[in-house]
């Protein structure tokens, strides 16, 4: 005996074990128990278009809650969705560009309500080499977008808002301008610079590897670019022109594989909810309510180029979180 305690006093990890049994003894054979820490990790999905803000508003809440680690991934927002209910990821708060995207890709299996929070606008962004720059304007840019000498990027309207947004605003344009056919051949155009999501078009841009990209008014205050704005008859910015932009339409990939859903244009909305299969629902709520405060994280949209919505009409407000519902009103969509 004397012989087997020296060998296991020379071997460490023997006198681990023996504790381990020690205390399984003690405890009349029953588990072992170990005291793990919850993981204080919040993981966030959100569009693209909400990158710069988004790095914002992460920072403040952070510094209000230093022991909650956050990580967030951006992409467009159905790839975003389809994470959620294809995949399987797991995902404590999702922010799509398009409140659409929650309603007809998550809800009510994957999600259970959605908040409307915030606009935008689309836009003609470009820099000062774009070609044919110093003469573009509201009355010709869809001649110059056309030219054979200028290339055009757009982002992929089944994984991207912004992509079919794109879509609609050239569908809205030939109305406006009186211009048959014009979307077809802009759609037939530079097909091979269409990115998954609209900031994968800045690249491109900064890199004079094209000249204009169709984006949000925000992603291009965001950096700096020069924008040429659009009508408020295609811009899909103003409310009150909502009949208006319905008479466009787009077909995109839907919920299920090989099949299509019809997006038909309407002013834009951004929408956040809190996935079902979120690891940490309560801190997610904390987040969300700290995105919707008029004066913290709506501030930091707005210095960014997007106006609030909060507080906006919800069909699911008997279904959101007690702590949510100052930030919505009951009502439809």
Known sequence: MDNL??????QPLCWLFLAVVATVLAAGCGPVVFDMSEDETLTIFHAGSLTVPMKELVDAFR????EVNILTEAAGSRECARKISELGRECDV????????IDTLLIPEFATWNIKFAANEMVIAYT????RADEISADNWT???LDGNVAFGRSNPDADPCGYRSVLTMRLAEAHYGKPGLAEKMLLKDNRYIRPKETDLLALL????????????SVAVQHGLDLLPLPAEINLKDAARADLYSTAAVEIAGKDPGSAITRVGEPMVYGVTIPANAPHPDLAEQFVAFLLDAERGMAILEANGQPSLVPSPT??????????????KPGAS
């Open 315 to 328: 069909p699911n407000y008997a279904q959101l979180p007690e702590a949510l519902k100052a930030f919505a």
């Open 143 to 145: 001649d110059i977008l």
């Open 206 to 217: 900064e890199s004079h590897t094209i000249d204009y990209i169709f984006i949000y008014r």
């Open 5 to 10: 305690m020296r060998a296991v006093s020379r």
């Open 63 to 66: 510094a209000k809650h230093p």
């Open 94 to 101: 999702f922010a799509s560009a398009d409140y659409k995207v």
């Open 128 to 131: 000062p080499e774009s070609r």
